[in-house]
């Protein structure tokens, strides 16, 4: 049984330039939610997606947007990077309770 | 607004001693609580969690926390520390009607030998 699949593992950016990061989540599971991992912190929500809708919003501009499929699957966008978006980026799928992490995507903007 | 403080950024301990990672949490309701382990370039794993039930809760690989109303804590144990338990260690506690999780700062736990 498949868990919370992340692509790609690992990224490098320039300041400026546009990202997109995926996330396939456990089999059953409809909502997903997206955190950010800054080095030595605890995750932050970012925001949480349920019938191809944003439900829930963290402190995060408006240069972080998501998507939903009909698949449950999701898209973390995050456009014209700055230094301070280098992150580990994490997607938790649930369904109704109990969340189920993804091993992330470790962004690194240069 | 839900919180949840670790009062430990760093803990120490020798291999087959007890672990104490500990975690004080603000809500303005019942809360749910969990614990998730973090190792290198892995992914989050959940211990254990509160969410009302019995206020002592066992977890995966011989953890286990109290929920102490009175004190708003939710510390984690471990009767005997394995090298293997060396990782960060979040305390989360779940806040809304869509169960958004807050983090804490982390515990970073090492073992030696």
């Known amino acids: 049984d498949a868990g919370v699949t992340q692509s790609p593992t690992h990224l490098i950016k320039t300041r400026g330039q546009q990202v997109t990061l995926r996330c396939s989540p456990k089999?059953?599971?409809?909502?997903v939610s997206w955190y950010q991992q800054a080095l030595g912190q605890g995750p932050q929500f970012i925001f949480q997606y349920y019938e191809e809708e944003e439900r829930q919003r963290g402190n995060f501009p408006d240069r972080f947007s998501g998507h939903q499929f009909p698949n449950y699957s999701s898209e973390l966008n995050v456009n014209a990077l700055l230094l301070g978006d280098s992150a580990l980026y994490l997607c938790?799928?649930?369904?109704?309770?109990?969340?189920?992490f993804g091993s992330g995507t470790r962004l690194t903007v240069v | 607004a839900q919180s949840v403080t670790q009062l430990d950024s760093h803990v120490s301990v020798s291999e087959g001693t007890p672990v104490l990672l500990r975690c004080n949490y603000s809500?303005?309701?019942?809360?749910?609580l969990f614990w998730y382990v973090q190792h290198p370039n892995k992914g989050l794993q959940l211990l254990l969690k509160?969410?009302?039930?019995?206020?002592l809760v066992k977890g995966i690989n011989g953890f286990e926390a109290e929920f102490k109303k009175s004190e708003t804590s939710f510390h984690l144990t471990k009767p005997s520390a394995h090298m293997s338990d060396a990782a960060e260690y979040f305390c989360v506690v779940s806040s809304g009607g869509y169960n958004k999780l807050i983090f804490g700062a982390g515990t970073r736990l090492a073992v030696h030998p």
């Open positions: 509160y969410t009302s039930a019995a206020t």
């Open positions: 938790a799928s649930s369904r109704s309770y109990g969340y189920t």
């Open positions: 089999s059953g599971h409809d909502t």
């Open positions: 809500s303005s309701y019942s809360p749910s």
